[in-house]
């Protein structure tokens, strides 16, 4: 297994964002994240990201442990040197993108393979353009973040976290930040990184691409896993309530 | 005086108004920065300190600051202060120059969103890659034009070095003016603060240009 989450718990404050959450996501699986607004989907994939320190639980990669709960119910994660270690394993595509503005496209995506994993320049950057090329967007390699649409841009980031080499990619809302017409081409660089068989966990709103794409589909509602599995299943034949209602919605 | 031997007597009157400018930017630009990452230290301490620091030297006049750092060793300790001037007076400017530099690295950095922050993390980046990398370069981009404000103010709060009678420009002006009877002097002191600030504004402006390669 990839990543292993269980029983994440995350609270801000007195609210209680994640009641005990377990997920595991297994080489080459897509995974599709839905629900409402609030459910909690964001803020697991930021636990699971680091961006947020869990309240209990357990993270692992690769069967590593990054973080655990102890016997007084304190959760201990590793040191941070070697927690950067495990930031190698996966790569996070923001709904805002969160390109580096100053550098321009081919920079994106070879500062931190340079500076990070003190990979040569030469091979940064032939990865780099490999990336851009298979994106559709190899005339933009010399282009700045601002020059470029936000289809663009998102496609951007999707091959900064890629040029890494991670095991897995989450992606929080990729389209959400889009005009509609934009969200297709974004959609489609997603879809043909599962046909390769890339391991992905998408937060989304795009049921469609969801049901597409996914191998399970993971709708959480209130902190919790109300119900996850096959997609036809969970989409055609839901079988709480919750998600029953939470789908009528869409179909609207 | 001939206004040819005014001219050449104020010279070096203008050269020593530089000297004070450029050693004040060369030790202020950089000890901002440092005050303005104390100043986010994790030590309640040290940003306590920092803080006091900086609301002393805004709220308090330059002149007297200069002679703080002049007379002070003498009054507190009875050291002597001889040949202690020229040291008094850059230690005064580039503590007070700091502090309002400080206040703008600051602003400009608590100006940067947050995402750009998450980016580098989940990168890999450590914390000073992410600041020298991502963050100050975009950070001094934000804050040139405030930059060039505070500049073209020190070009003119050189004149206050008169204060512990240090022959810069403005002192030298006073005297001759003084001593001949004629307006000339000032005249001569204001067209050259003028231009140095012309030029600054000019290289500044240089400066944002170069960085406008990005949004």
Redesign the interface.
């Not at chain 1, 969160?98 to 100053?102: D, G, I, Q, V």
């Given at each position: 297994m990839i990543l292993e989450m269980k029983n994440i718990e995350k609270h801000f404050d007195d609210l209680e964002i994640l009641k005990g959450i377990s997920m595991g996501v297994d080489s080459g699986e897509v995974v599709s994240i839905i629900g409402p607004s609030g459910s909690g989907k964001s803020t697991l994939l930021r636990c699971a990201?680091?961006?947020e320190t869990i309240d209990g639980g357990e993270i692992l990669y690769m069967g590593k442990e990054a973080a655990h709960t102890d016997a007084n119910g304190k959760v201990v994660y590793v040191h941070h040197k070697e927690l950067?270690e495990f930031?190698?394993y996966?790569?996070?595509v923001?709904q805002?993108f969160?390109?580096?503005?100053?550098y321009n496209v081919l920079q994106n995506l070879t500062?931190?393979p340079i500076?990070?994993?003190h990979r040569s320049k030469d091979e940064a950057e032939e990865t780099a353009m490999e990336l851009l090329r298979k994106m559709g967007i190899e005339d933009k390699a010399k282009a700045?973040?601002?020059q470029l649409s936000g289809g663009q841009q998102q496609r951007v980031a999707i091959a900064?976290a890629l040029a890494?080499k991670p095991e897995i990619l989450f992606f929080d809302e990729p389209t959400s930040a889009l005009d509609p017409e934009l969200t297709g081409e974004v959609l489609k660089v997603i879809r043909q990184l599962a046909d390769e068989k890339m391991t992905m966990v998408v937060v989304t709103h795009e049921m469609a691409f969801a049901k597409a794409v996914s191998n399970r589909v993971i709708f959480m509602a209130g902190g919790v896993i109300v119900e996850q599995g096959d997609p036809a299943q969970v989409f055609d034949d839901p079988k709480e309530e919750r998600t029953k209602q939470f789908l009528r919605v869409f179909e609207r | 005086m001939t206004l040819s031997t005014m001219l050449s007597t104020m010279a070096a009157g203008m050269l020593r108004t530089c000297g004070i400018f450029a050693l004040t930017l060369i030790g202020s630009l950089p000890l901002g920065m440092v005050v303005a990452l104390l100043r986010k230290s994790r030590s309640p301490i040290v940003r306590g300190i920092i803080r006091v620091y900086i609301s002393v030297i805004r709220g308090t006049p330059l002149m007297l600051q200069l002679l703080v750092w002049y007379f002070g060793p003498f009054y507190l300790f009875e050291w002597s202060i001889r040949g202690w001037r020229f040291p008094a007076l850059i230690l005064g400017f580039i503590v007070n120059y700091a502090a309002y530099f400080a206040e703008i690295y600051r602003g400009g950095i608590e100006s940067m969103p947050v995402g750009q922050y998450e980016a580098a993390e989940v990168l890999g980046y450590t914390k000073t890659q992410t600041f020298m990398r991502i963050i100050l370069p975009q950070v001094i981009k934000r804050i040139m034009p405030s930059i060039t404000n505070e500049v073209i103010t020190l070009v003119k709060d050189t004149s206050l070095a008169f204060t512990l009678a240090y022959q810069e420009v403005f002192s030298l002006a006073k005297q001759i003016s003084a001593s001949q009877t004629s307006f000339m002097p000032f005249v001569i002191a204001g067209v050259f603060y003028f231009i140095a600030n012309y030029a600054v504004q000019f290289a500044m402006e240089r400066i944002e240009k170069a960085l406008n390669y990005y949004r």
């Open positions: 990201t680091f961006l950067r930031r190698s996966y790569g996070l923001f805002q969160n390109l580096f503005p100053h500062d931190a500076e990070v994993q700045y973040p601002y900064r890494m | -």
